[in-house]
């Protein structure tokens, strides 16, 4: 029997394919969000019935949810917070939940990084003028050289300082609220 993945979260594989691949390759069937937008609780209530796991975001799984799902025996959330899920029915229903609290550090803290330099180059004021025909010269900064602060030094954290090394700044400050 084919195993039959419900995936909400959307959009997913869209950046990378790859998750989607290994699902074909193990011969598993899934089924995309439809509605390209986070699903509201009754929707999903309306589509869970047949699946037997669902790779989920920020909808609501409530308990409705999980009672209209007698074949539900996995949720593997994409992200760190868990507050959408109610573990205690999902372990009166057999459910195991899992997530992925450190997958999305990397692409925040270079996101993070990308907006330091976006501001120390005016990148955003220069492309507005850009796209009013208005070029306006402007000297921007460079990290290297610069004293620069981080606050809050969990995943996120420790992965921008890691990065900020390769700018060479003066220092790097940190606080750890």
Known sequence: MTRRVLITTSPFGEGDPKALRLL???????TLNP?????REQELADFIEPY???????????EAVLD?????????????GLDNIPLAATRR??????????????AVAEFTI???LALLR????????MRQRLWQR????????????????????RLVIRHLQAFNPVRILANDL
Do not use: C, K, N, W
């Open 24 to 30: 074909e390759e193990e011969g598993i069937a899934y």
């Open 35 to 39: 509605f390209g937008r986070r699903l």
């Open 52 to 62: 037997e796991v669902v790779i989920a975001g920020t909808e609501p799984i409530t």
């Open 68 to 80: 209209r799902a007698p074949h539900l025996r996995l949720i593997a959330h994409t992200g760190i």
């Open 93 to 106: 229903h057999g459910i195991t939940v899992t997530y992925t609290p450190s997958a999305p550090s990397p």
């Open 114 to 116: 990308g907006q330091m």
């Open 122 to 129: 005016h990148t955003v004021s220069a492309d507005r003028g």
């Open 138 to 157: 402007r000297i921007g900064r460079r990290l290297g050289g610069l004293t620069v602060g981080v606050v809050g030094v969990g995943r996120v954290g």
